[in-house]
C-alpha cells in the first residue's frame, strides 16, 4: 500500500471516529494528531480538513446523485470514503480525477460491503461528469 493510499485510510478512520463519537466532522483529528500512533501525516491532515471545510457543499452533491440513497441510509465507511473522494476529485487539483475515484473504490472493497465498491465508483463517476458544471 502506497504512502498515500494509508493517508487516506488513516484519514477515514479520523472522520469515522468522530462520526461515530458524535463529534463534528474531523472533531477527532487534534486527539490523533496529539497521540500520533500511529502517526498522522501531511496528506492526512490535508483530506481531513479538506473534507471538514467543504463538508455541506459534498454533502449537498452527494445527496442530489446518489439514486436510491440518502446520506443517512449510506453506510458510516461509504459515507465518508464518498467524502474523502469528492473532496479529492472536486477540490484537491493535485490529485488526478482518475487516483481519486480509484483509492475510494479501494477503500470501499476493503473496508465495506460487496455493493460498495460499485455504488462508490458510480456516485464518484457522476460526480466527474459533473464537475466541468459544478463551477467549483
Known amino acids: ?36 500512533d500511529p502517526p498522522v501525516n501531511e496528506f492526512t491532515v490535508a483530506l481531513v480538513e479538506g473534507v471538514a471545510k467543504n463538508i455541506a457543499a459534498i454533502d449537498d452533491l452527494l445527496s442530489a446523485h446518489s439514486v436510491g440513497w440518502t446520506l443517512d441510509r449510506m453506510p458510516a465507511v461509504d459515507r465518508n470514503v464518498l467524502r474523502i473522494g469528492a473532496y479529492e476529485l472536486l477540490y484537491d487539483d493535485q490529485v488526478p480525477d482518475v487516483v481519486a475515484v480509484s483509492e475510494a473504490v479501494a477503500l470501499a472493497r476493503d473496508l465495506s460491503t460487496d455493493e460498495s465498491p460499485a455504488f462508490v465508483n458510480g456516485l464518484l463517476a457522476r460526480l466527474l461528469q459533473l464537475k466541468p458544471t459544478l463551477g467549483i
Open 1 to 36: 500500500m502506497s504512502a498515500r493510499s494509508k493517508a487516506r485510510k488513516r484519514a477515514l478512520d479520523v472522520l469515522f471516529e468522530s462520526e461515530v463519537r458524535g463529534l463534528p466532522v474531523g472533531g477527532t483529528l487534534a486527539d490523533r494528531l496529539e497521540d500520533n
